[in-house]
């Protein structure tokens, strides 16, 4: 699977759009992005997915370039309890089950 | 539809002693697989299963580690005999059926995990 940047950490005004940025320079072209993210002491939860097109649903928007090196995950309207560790994740669907989660990047909602 | 289900929620036990994680997927979803979580690995898979059968079990750190899922409904991570170093949160996941290739095949529900601590 393909490796992901993401910065470490990311402040955020509260009611902002709050846009988190994942590099993935070495992505093939059957790797799909994936979004997940964790609020404290909870498991991860799923937010989003796309291969190339943007993709929109009730929690997130996902912007992809179009060379698809990189990708910002959009949360329009931030609040508080969008607090959380947010992870980039880069995978092919055929024969592999895994997701690798890096270190992610520390979204904080200031009120 | 209540969600993974894993326990207990907390565990404190000594160096040496075998502790047992449990965990209840999601009704109807065939794949479970098991995270552990420490500050300095971050989350790493252990081992996951399709249909009640253990498919890769690469992560799990040692001969000390065992899983099983002797059903759909359940599944139980060991370790025996415990150490310090195993103190981590273990998150068990589940996943729905769907064919692979589907990217809807890749969405996981994690459980709350289960926070050990081996003194």
């Known amino acids: 699977d393909a490796k992901t940047t993401q910065p470490p950490s990311m402040d955020c005004a509260e009611g902002r759009a709050a846009n988190l940025p994942c590099n993935h320079s070495t992505i093939s072209g059957n790797e799909y992005v994936y979004w997940y993210r964790q609020i404290h002491s909870q498991g991860p939860q799923y937010i989003i997915h796309g291969l190339k097109n943007n993709e929109t649903n009730e929690m997130a928007s996902l912007i992809i370039t179009e060379d698809r090196k990189s990708s910002t995950l959009i949360l329009p309207h931030a609040t508080l309890r969008d607090t959380a560790v947010y992870y980039c994740?880069?995978?092919?669907?055929?024969?592999?089950?895994?997701?690798?989660f890096g270190t992610g990047t520390r979204l904080t909602i200031i009120p | 539809d209540a969600g993974v289900i894993q326990s207990p929620r907390h565990e404190v036990t000594e160096m040496g002693q075998e502790v047992t994680l449990r965990c209840k997927p999601i009704?109807?979803?065939?794949?479970l697989f098991w995270y552990r979580q420490t500050m300095m690995r971050g989350l790493e898979l252990l081992i996951y299963f399709n249909n009640n059968v253990p498919i890769d079990d690469s992560g799990m750190p040692e001969d000390r580690f065992s899983a099983k899922m002797p059903n759909a409904s359940f599944s139980t991570l060991k370790i025996q005999p415990s150490e310090p170093r195993d103190s981590a949160v273990y998150f068990c996941a589940s996943r729905p059926p769907g064919l692979a290739g589907d990217p809807r095949y890749n969405e996981q529900f994690f459980g709350p995990g289960t926070r050990l601590t081996v003194l």
């Open positions: 994740i880069v995978r092919a669907n055929f024969g592999n089950e895994k997701l690798t």
């Open positions: 009704s109807g979803h065939n794949s």
